[in-house]
C-alpha cells in the first residue's frame, strides 16, 4: 500500500466516524500516521492545513465536526498527558486523533479506534484498523 492507498483507506474509514470518536494511531516512525491523520481531517471537513502536532501536542481544527489532532511522541509519561490538558478531548464531542496511542495504553477510552500501520517496505505499508471493546 503507498501513501495514495493510505489516503484512500483513511478517507474510506473517516466515513464511518462519529462526534465523539477517538481514533488511535500507532507505528513507527515514518509510517503514515500523519497522512492518514490529515487524510481524516480532510474528509471530515478540515480545509486548514494539517501540520503533525509533534512540538504543540495538539491542534483543534474545525471541519464538518471538530478534529483534535494529538501527537504524543515527546511525551515520556501518562502523567504529562494530564498536565498538558490533552486527556479531556479524548472524550469530547469531536473525532480525537491520538498519534503514538501506544504510549498511553492505560488511558484508552472505553471505546474507540485503533489503526496500525507497519512498513513493509520504503512504498508499501500494512494497515489494520480494529475498533476497541466496548466498557464493562
Known amino acids: 500500500m503507498c ?3 493510505t489516503v484512500a483507506v483513511a478517507r474510506s474509514f473517516a466515513r464511518s466516524l462519529q462526534p465523539g470518536d477517538w481514533v488511535g494511531l500507532i507505528g513507527p516512525l515514518g509510517a503514515g500516521k500523519s497522512v492518514f491523520a490529515r487524510a481524516v481531517g480532510e474528509t471530515l471537513g478540515v480545509r486548514e492545513p494539517m ?3 509533534t512540538y504543540t ?3 483543534v481544527l474545525e ?3 471538530p478534529v483534535y489532532h494529538v501527537d504524543l511522541y515527546r511525551l515520556s509519561s501518562a502523567d504529562e498527558l ?3 490538558g490533552i486527556a479531556p478531548y ?3 464531542s469531536g473525532v480525537c486523533l491520538v498519534e503514538w496511542a501506544d504510549r498511553i495504553r492505560d488511558q484508552w477510552p472505553a471505546t474507540g479506534w485503533l489503526v496500525t500501520i507497519r512498513i513493509a517496505d520504503n512504498t508499501e505499508r500494512r494497515i489494520s484498523i480494529a475498533q476497541l471493546p466496548s466498557g464493562p
Open 3 to 5: 501513501e495514495a492507498d
Open 51 to 53: 501540520p503533525s502536532p
Open 57 to 59: 501536542l495538539m491542534n
Open 63 to 65: 471541519g464538518d465536526i
Open 82 to 84: 494530564e498536565f498538558a
Open 90 to 92: 479524548f472524550r469530547s
